[in-house]
């Protein structure tokens, strides 16, 4: 049973003046940030393996489309789009650089340059993908080429959608209440997000858009 002496012997820290947020692998939303970027890798890294799991089970791949006249033997994706999306994610990290950058200055200026700009390339990757994936050739269900394949794309759109979303309602809250240490902290971690999301589109644009070009 505690005493009341040993009650008034006890150290009480002032924490009062701790700051109320901080940044990068001080935070733990940045650690939390770190982790599910590992687990959304592992799963890519998954279905890129039965991309080519799949692959061993074909002499040809893509497989020959023969439900169609004249019969298309060798049907690789096209690459126009996929190579305006992979230009136009690479020039997106940029001005995600500057806003990443301007937040540990507390530049709000060039964080709503950044931010804005981003997330107008992100929404134009969004639009060109919905019209990419008639540049796979093959529909989700017409074999298992097209059904990896749409998943593989249908992914990384899954998280350009939610890194914009994210990027966007960061940038609305800086255009409305100004840039605190709070959302300078969450721009800097939805940076992260977005340098991931962009390489894991080089990946994804060697594999299913290059890869049966060599393979």
């Not at 799991?53 to 996929?82: G, S, T």
């Not at 990027?167 to 991931?196: C, P, Q, S």
Request: net charge neutral; glycine share 4%.
């Amino acid at each position: 049973m505690t005493t009341p002496a040993a009650e008034t012997s006890r150290t009480i820290i002032d924490i009062s003046k701790l700051p109320s947020s901080s940044m990068d692998t001080r935070s733990p939303i940045w650690w939390g940030n770190a982790l599910l970027l590992c687990i959304e890798t592992s799963m890519f890294m998954i279905v890129t393996v039965s991309y080519f799991y799949f692959r061993r089970n074909f002499a040809q791949w893509p497989p020959p489309k023969i439900d169609q006249l004249p019969v298309l033997y060798h049907p690789v994706p096209k690459l126009v789009l996929a190579t305006i999306d992979l230009a136009l994610l690479l020039g997106s990290v940029i001005p995600m650089v500057i806003a990443d950058r301007a937040c540990l200055k507390m530049d709000e200026a060039k964080v709503r340059f950044g931010a804005g700009l981003a997330l107008l390339i992100g929404i134009a990757v969004i639009t060109i993908r919905f019209f990419e994936f008639n540049s796979l050739i093959f529909r989700w269900n017409d074999n298992v080429y097209g059904s990896i394949t749409w998943t593989l794309l249908g992914l990384h759109l899954m998280h350009m959608m939610i890194l914009c979303s994210e990027d966007g309602l960061m940038f609305v809250w800086i255009m409305v209440k100004g840039l605190d240490d709070k959302h300078a902290r969450d721009i800097r971690v939805t940076a992260v997000y977005w340098y991931w999301v962009v390489a894991i589109w080089v990946l994804l644009y060697v594999v299913v858009f290059l890869s049966p070009r060599f393979l």
